[in-house]
T-cell receptor
Framework: DGGITQSPKYLFRKEGQNVTLSCEQN?????MYWYRQDPGQGLRLIYY???????QKGDIAEGYSVSREKKESFPLTVTSAQKNPTAFYLC????????????FGQGTRLTVV | GQSLEQPSEVTAVEGAIVQINCTYQ??????LSWYQQHDGGAPTFLSYNGLDGLEETGRFSSFLSRSDSYGYLLLQELQMKDSASYFCAVRDHNYGQNFVFGPGTRLSVLP
Protein backbone atom coordinates (compact mmCIF):
# COMPACT_ATOMS: atom_id res chain seq x y z
CA ASP A 1 0.00 0.00 0.00
CA GLY A 2 1.33 3.43 -0.93
CA GLY A 3 1.26 6.22 1.56
CA ILE A 4 3.08 8.48 3.96
CA THR A 5 4.46 7.19 7.22
CA GLN A 6 5.33 9.43 10.12
CA SER A 7 7.10 8.25 13.23
CA PRO A 8 6.90 8.29 16.12
CA LYS A 9 3.21 8.94 16.77
CA TYR A 10 3.98 10.48 20.17
CA LEU A 11 7.24 12.14 21.19
CA PHE A 12 8.33 13.74 24.41
CA ARG A 13 11.17 16.23 24.51
CA LYS A 14 13.04 17.70 27.38
CA GLU A 15 13.90 21.37 27.42
CA GLY A 16 17.05 22.05 25.39
CA GLN A 17 16.92 18.83 23.37
CA ASN A 18 16.83 18.44 19.62
CA VAL A 19 14.43 15.83 18.28
CA THR A 20 13.90 14.50 14.76
CA LEU A 21 10.54 13.53 13.31
CA SER A 22 10.56 11.01 10.50
CA CYS A 23 8.50 11.24 7.30
CA GLU A 24 8.72 8.62 4.55
CA GLN A 25 6.57 8.29 1.42
CA ASN A 26 6.44 5.59 -1.24
CA UNK A 27 4.12 7.48 -3.58
CA UNK A 28 6.97 8.72 -5.78
CA UNK A 29 5.88 12.29 -5.09
CA UNK A 30 8.23 15.17 -5.84
CA UNK A 31 6.84 17.69 -3.35
CA MET A 32 6.89 17.24 0.42
CA TYR A 33 5.76 19.52 3.22
CA TRP A 34 5.87 19.92 7.00
CA TYR A 35 3.02 21.61 8.84
CA ARG A 36 2.44 22.50 12.45
CA GLN A 37 -1.05 22.42 13.93
CA ASP A 38 -1.91 23.88 17.33
CA PRO A 39 -5.18 23.02 19.12
CA GLY A 40 -8.20 24.41 17.29
CA GLN A 41 -6.00 26.00 14.65
CA GLY A 42 -5.31 25.56 10.97
CA LEU A 43 -2.12 24.23 9.41
CA ARG A 44 0.96 26.42 9.24
CA LEU A 45 3.77 25.64 6.82
CA ILE A 46 7.19 25.04 8.35
CA TYR A 47 9.29 23.85 5.40
CA TYR A 48 8.68 22.49 1.94
CA UNK A 49 10.66 20.69 -0.72
CA UNK A 50 9.69 20.51 -4.36
CA UNK A 51 12.61 18.33 -5.44
CA UNK A 52 15.39 16.25 -3.94
CA UNK A 53 18.29 18.21 -2.43
CA UNK A 54 16.25 21.40 -2.34
CA UNK A 55 14.00 22.86 0.32
CA GLN A 56 12.55 26.24 1.27
CA LYS A 57 11.38 27.92 4.45
CA GLY A 58 7.70 28.31 5.11
CA ASP A 59 5.99 30.78 7.41
CA ILE A 60 7.32 29.44 10.72
CA ALA A 61 10.73 27.91 9.96
CA GLU A 62 12.59 29.43 12.93
CA GLY A 63 13.78 26.72 15.30
CA TYR A 64 13.32 23.93 12.75
CA SER A 65 15.56 22.29 10.16
CA VAL A 66 15.01 19.72 7.39
CA SER A 67 16.89 17.71 4.80
CA ARG A 68 15.83 16.09 1.54
CA GLU A 69 18.62 13.72 0.56
CA LYS A 70 16.24 11.14 -0.87
CA LYS A 71 13.00 11.58 -2.75
CA GLU A 72 11.07 9.45 -0.29
CA SER A 73 12.36 10.99 2.94
CA PHE A 74 11.89 14.44 4.49
CA PRO A 75 12.85 14.44 8.20
CA LEU A 76 12.16 17.44 10.42
CA THR A 77 14.40 18.38 13.33
CA VAL A 78 12.92 20.48 16.10
CA THR A 79 15.86 22.27 17.66
CA SER A 80 16.30 23.76 21.10
CA ALA A 81 15.88 27.16 19.46
CA GLN A 82 12.17 26.44 19.00
CA LYS A 83 10.76 27.90 22.21
CA ASN A 84 7.26 26.49 21.99
CA PRO A 85 7.51 23.15 20.21
CA THR A 86 4.50 21.40 21.76
CA ALA A 87 2.16 20.80 18.80
CA PHE A 88 0.84 18.28 16.29
CA TYR A 89 3.20 17.94 13.32
CA LEU A 90 1.93 16.79 9.95
CA CYS A 91 3.97 15.72 6.95
CA UNK A 92 2.41 15.77 3.49
CA UNK A 93 3.36 15.05 -0.08
CA UNK A 94 2.01 15.95 -3.49
CA UNK A 95 2.81 14.56 -6.95
CA UNK A 96 4.07 17.96 -8.07
CA UNK A 97 3.95 21.54 -6.85
CA UNK A 98 0.77 22.32 -8.79
CA UNK A 99 -1.28 19.22 -7.94
CA UNK A 100 -4.58 19.98 -6.19
CA UNK A 101 -4.27 17.25 -3.60
CA UNK A 102 -1.90 16.73 -0.70
CA UNK A 103 -1.58 13.37 1.05
CA PHE A 104 -0.94 13.52 4.77
CA GLY A 105 0.77 11.23 7.24
CA GLN A 106 -0.91 10.37 10.55
CA GLY A 107 1.05 13.02 12.41
CA THR A 108 3.43 13.20 15.35
CA ARG A 109 2.30 14.75 18.60
CA LEU A 110 5.30 16.40 20.27
CA THR A 111 5.17 17.39 23.91
CA VAL A 112 7.83 19.22 25.91
CA VAL A 113 8.25 17.82 29.41
CA GLY B 1 -0.35 38.06 1.14
CA GLN B 2 -3.13 35.57 1.35
CA SER B 3 -5.93 34.75 3.78
CA LEU B 4 -8.91 32.43 3.93
CA GLU B 5 -11.97 32.79 6.11
CA GLN B 6 -14.34 30.08 7.30
CA PRO B 7 -16.94 29.93 10.07
CA SER B 8 -15.39 28.48 13.20
CA GLU B 9 -18.26 26.13 14.09
CA VAL B 10 -21.37 24.66 12.50
CA THR B 11 -23.93 22.37 14.13
CA ALA B 12 -26.56 20.26 12.36
CA VAL B 13 -28.64 17.13 12.93
CA GLU B 14 -28.36 13.75 11.28
CA GLY B 15 -29.92 13.63 7.84
CA ALA B 16 -29.71 17.38 7.35
CA ILE B 17 -27.77 19.40 4.77
CA VAL B 18 -25.01 21.80 5.81
CA GLN B 19 -22.97 24.32 3.84
CA ILE B 20 -19.51 25.46 4.91
CA ASN B 21 -18.36 28.68 3.26
CA CYS B 22 -14.86 29.80 2.43
CA THR B 23 -13.74 33.19 1.18
CA TYR B 24 -10.20 33.84 0.10
CA GLN B 25 -7.95 36.74 -0.69
CA UNK B 26 -4.93 35.99 -2.80
CA UNK B 27 -3.57 37.41 -5.99
CA UNK B 28 -2.13 34.07 -7.08
CA UNK B 29 -5.15 31.79 -6.81
CA UNK B 30 -4.74 28.39 -8.39
CA UNK B 31 -7.76 26.37 -7.18
CA LEU B 32 -9.74 25.58 -4.04
CA SER B 33 -9.48 22.27 -2.19
CA TRP B 34 -11.34 20.87 0.80
CA TYR B 35 -10.02 18.55 3.53
CA GLN B 36 -11.66 16.68 6.39
CA GLN B 37 -9.87 16.07 9.68
CA HIS B 38 -11.20 13.98 12.55
CA ASP B 39 -9.87 14.72 16.04
CA GLY B 40 -6.29 13.49 16.37
CA GLY B 41 -6.17 12.33 12.77
CA ALA B 42 -4.67 13.40 9.49
CA PRO B 43 -6.44 15.69 7.02
CA THR B 44 -7.89 13.78 4.09
CA PHE B 45 -8.65 15.28 0.70
CA LEU B 46 -12.33 15.67 -0.18
CA SER B 47 -12.62 17.72 -3.35
CA TYR B 48 -11.06 20.28 -5.65
CA ASN B 49 -12.43 23.10 -7.79
CA GLY B 50 -10.14 24.57 -10.42
CA LEU B 51 -12.94 26.13 -12.43
CA ASP B 52 -16.20 27.85 -11.49
CA GLY B 53 -19.12 25.62 -10.75
CA LEU B 54 -20.17 22.62 -8.76
CA GLU B 55 -18.24 19.37 -8.27
CA GLU B 56 -20.16 16.43 -6.82
CA THR B 57 -18.68 13.40 -5.09
CA GLY B 58 -21.32 11.26 -3.43
CA ARG B 59 -22.84 13.09 -0.45
CA PHE B 60 -20.29 15.89 -0.72
CA SER B 61 -20.30 18.71 -3.26
CA SER B 62 -18.04 21.72 -3.62
CA PHE B 63 -18.64 24.99 -5.41
CA LEU B 64 -16.37 27.77 -6.60
CA SER B 65 -16.96 31.29 -7.87
CA ARG B 66 -13.62 32.83 -8.87
CA SER B 67 -15.17 36.23 -9.55
CA ASP B 68 -16.49 36.33 -5.96
CA SER B 69 -13.39 34.68 -4.40
CA TYR B 70 -15.79 32.33 -2.70
CA GLY B 71 -16.45 28.66 -2.41
CA TYR B 72 -18.40 26.24 -0.28
CA LEU B 73 -18.56 22.62 0.74
CA LEU B 74 -22.03 21.07 0.85
CA LEU B 75 -22.61 17.97 2.92
CA GLN B 76 -25.88 16.13 2.41
CA GLU B 77 -27.61 13.37 4.39
CA LEU B 78 -25.39 14.12 7.36
CA GLN B 79 -24.14 11.20 9.42
CA MET B 80 -22.60 11.17 12.88
CA LYS B 81 -19.27 10.19 11.34
CA ASP B 82 -19.22 13.52 9.47
CA SER B 83 -18.45 15.29 12.77
CA ALA B 84 -14.97 16.65 12.09
CA SER B 85 -13.09 19.79 11.14
CA TYR B 86 -13.22 20.91 7.53
CA PHE B 87 -10.50 23.05 5.95
CA CYS B 88 -10.49 24.92 2.69
CA ALA B 89 -7.11 25.42 1.04
CA VAL B 90 -5.77 27.23 -2.00
CA ARG B 91 -2.65 26.81 -4.06
CA ASP B 92 -1.04 30.23 -4.37
CA HIS B 93 1.31 31.17 -7.20
CA ASN B 94 2.77 33.89 -5.00
CA TYR B 95 3.48 31.51 -2.15
CA GLY B 96 5.76 29.09 -3.94
CA GLN B 97 2.63 27.41 -5.27
CA ASN B 98 2.15 25.97 -1.80
CA PHE B 99 -1.12 25.30 -0.06
CA VAL B 100 -2.56 27.95 2.20
CA PHE B 101 -5.10 26.51 4.63
CA GLY B 102 -8.10 28.20 6.18
CA PRO B 103 -8.58 28.14 9.97
CA GLY B 104 -11.05 25.26 9.75
CA THR B 105 -14.74 24.78 10.54
CA ARG B 106 -15.69 22.35 13.27
CA LEU B 107 -18.87 20.48 12.30
CA SER B 108 -20.87 18.80 15.02
CA VAL B 109 -23.62 16.42 13.90
CA LEU B 110 -26.28 15.79 16.53
CA PRO B 111 -28.56 12.75 16.71
Amino acid sequence: DGGITQSPKYLFRKEGQNVTLSCEQNLNHDAMYWYRQDPGQGLRLIYYSQIVNDFQKGDIAEGYSVSREKKESFPLTVTSAQKNPTAFYLCASSPRDTAPEAFFGQGTRLTVV
Amino acid sequence: GQSLEQPSEVTAVEGAIVQINCTYQTSGFYGLSWYQQHDGGAPTFLSYNGLDGLEETGRFSSFLSRSDSYGYLLLQELQMKDSASYFCAVRDHNYGQNFVFGPGTRLSVLP
